[in-house]
């Protein structure tokens, strides 16, 4: 009879236990990858079981619900292609992006999980996004080893924050900037961060001075304006534009319209060019400031800078003239080596010296939470204003093939998913893992498998291979049989075709090509009654 494991469950069941991952003997990805993964403690009850592998056949089925574990609060907020959305308002086809930029699709979403025991998880920008306790941030934790990060969960990292005398936050990667494709947008974007850093909010021209007046003429009329001299020889008139400015909606409201917070890289870098080298100033040490009294407009540079992967700093002060409070001031602090286009800040800028973000973690009571699932292979998402990649888990998918095989070499692994691409890209993971740790593991690959869906151990004939439900399997049958996901969303789980499609592949195809002795290992949410798992 096959073991079944709830991931809900287990989760209690390891908090209870108060697992000690360093003196926990089970499999972990820690062993697998050289200490670069700690799984959380409700995957030590699934290691067990997977370890038991040393002792003869597994059969072991682990369902949840969708990213169970790794929930927000239902009004987080999620960076879309069109905005922004609360993750509690999100639909399965929804939009969203990826951990590494890229837009993904929502393919599920989670009931609303009542009173969880959640945590505020800060950025040293002053950036929050309450999650669940069980939610995973891949961090680094020793600074004397900087290229090793390993994935903790909430509960975990807030313990040890407690714990330590000397507390120094954990290190979470910067993430990558928005990839989106360019648009048609009503006003070129470098002209348009020139009035909004330094442009009469009621007109059509801007103010600049000597070198400054001349670089930045001459970029506006590289996007198709013409300029002319004001009466004030330090403000510059650009033809046609407070027409546009006045179709837009922006004069006497200086705001950066949604469609340009979302445009493609170069067109979001070009606002950010005419914003600083108008309004922006660069500091000896390369920092570079936006300071102005509009708080949207400034909120909106931080977002924009966020877009672009950059972190940055909001700070409220009071401005002055001569002497007088003249009301709050709000300043946008950041590192980033292409903030300007002007010579002279541009000369200034420098990268990020502290480009990565360093958490704090803090109880944050019992929350309403909820969890989506997306289409990306990598299972992340992007959340909060800093627009931080959230983390999932790859214990069973990634790491159990590449520990499977170095302990039987000469031994075959097949996993198969809802769709090819999805499982080849698990098999691409597993392959990358091996070849980076050849050294601790003995082992090497063919060099005649180049494939992330087919690829071979040198000298043992061992290997694995990916493929979808519904593909044909040729060659040698597996000893380990991965199945991920058979059925990708609710919406394919409530046809009758779609699960009986799964189930007959799996009887016909998948069954058949078990090596006597060999294993099976099923990781799916449960959509409906009558799935694979029935």
């Known amino acids: 009879m096959p073991r079944t494991l709830l991931i809900s469950e287990a989760m209690q069941k390891g908090r209870a236990r108060g697992v000690d991952w360093l003196r926990t003997p089970a499999l972990t990805a820690a062993y697998l990858s050289r200490g670069r993964w700690l799984p959380a403690p409700h995957l030590t009850l699934i290691a067990e079981e997977i370890a038991k592998m040393r002792d003869g056949p597994v059969f072991l089925i682990v369902t949840m619900p969708p990213r169970h574990g790794k929930a927000c609060a239902v009004d987080t907020p999620v960076p879309t292609p069109s905005g922004w959305s609360e ?87 910067a993430p990558d900037g928005l990839q989106l494709p360019e648009t048609i947008l009503p006003i070129p974007p470098y002209t348009l961060g020139v009035w909004l850093g330094d442009g009469c909010s009621a007109s059509g021209y801007f103010t600049a001075v000597g070198n400054d007046q001349d670089w930045i ?37 200086k705001h950066i319209p949604p469609g340009y917070l979302r445009a493609g890289k170069a067109q979001r870098l070009a606002l950010l060019h005419g914003l600083i080298d108008t309004d922006g100033s660069v500091s000896g040490d390369g920092q570079v400031e936006f300071c102005n009294t509009n708080r949207l407009l400034v909120q909106q540079v931080r977002e924009l800078l966020a877009s672009l992967g950059v972190k940055a700093s909001l700070i409220e002060g009071r401005a002055t003239l001569n002497g007088k409070d003249c009301g709050p001031k709000y300043r946008v602090l950041f590192y980033f080596d292409e903030a300007a286009s002007l010579p002279r800040k541009r000369e200034r800028c420098q990268p990020g010296r502290r480009r990565n973000h360093y958490l704090t973690i803090e109880p944050a009571g019992l929350q309403d939470t909820v969890c989506i699932q997306v289409s990306h292979p990598s299972h992340t998402f992007l959340v909060g204003e800093a627009m ?44 990358a893992t091996l070849i980076e740790n050849e050294a601790d593991l003995g082992l090497t690959l063919s060099t ?41 969303s609710q919406m394919e789980a409530l046809s009758p075709t779609y699960r009986e499609r799964a189930k007959e592949w799996y009887r016909a195809t998948l069954r058949t090509r078990l090596q ?11 959509w409906h009654e009558d799935d694979l798992v029935e």
Not at 389 to 402: D, M, R
Not at 452 to 465: D, F, P, S
């Open 388 to 431: 931080l990649p959230t983390c999932n888990s790859e214990l069973i998918s990634h790491y159990t093939p590449v520990w499977f095989l170095k302990n039987w070499p000469f031994k075959r692994v097949i996993l198969s998913s809802y769709q090819i691409g999805f499982a080849s890209e698990w098999g691409g993971k597993a392959k």
């Open 87 to 173: 993750i509690g308002k999100l639909k399965p086809g929804d939009s969203v992006f990826a951990g590494n930029g890229t837009v993904t699709t929502v393919i599920a979403v989670s009931d609303v999980w009542k009173d969880r025991c959640s945590y505020r998880v800060k950025n040293d920008t002053g950036s929050q996004v309450i999650v669940d306790e069980a939610h995973e941030w891949p961090v680094r934790l020793d600074r004397k080893r900087p290229d090793v990060f390993l994935r903790h969960d909430t509960y975990w990292l807030h313990d040890r924050q407690l714990r330590m005398r000397e507390f120094r936050a954990p290190m979470l990667e």
């Open 217 to 253: 003429r001459t970029r506006i009329e590289a996007e198709g304006y013409i300029t002319r001299n004001h009466s004030d020889l330090k403000n510059t008139g650009v033809l046609g534009l407070q027409a546009t400015l006045r179709s837009a909606g922006l004069l006497r409201r």
């Open 448 to 488: 005649d498998t180049k494939a992330k869906a087919r690829w071979n151990i040198r000298g043992y004939g061992g290997g694995m291979v990916s493929t979808g439900i519904g593909g044909s399997l040729t060659g040698r049958g597996g000893d380990l049989i991965i199945i991920d996901d058979p059925i990708r």
């Open 516 to 526: 006597p002795g060999g294993s099976i290992i099923i990781l799916q949410t449960r």
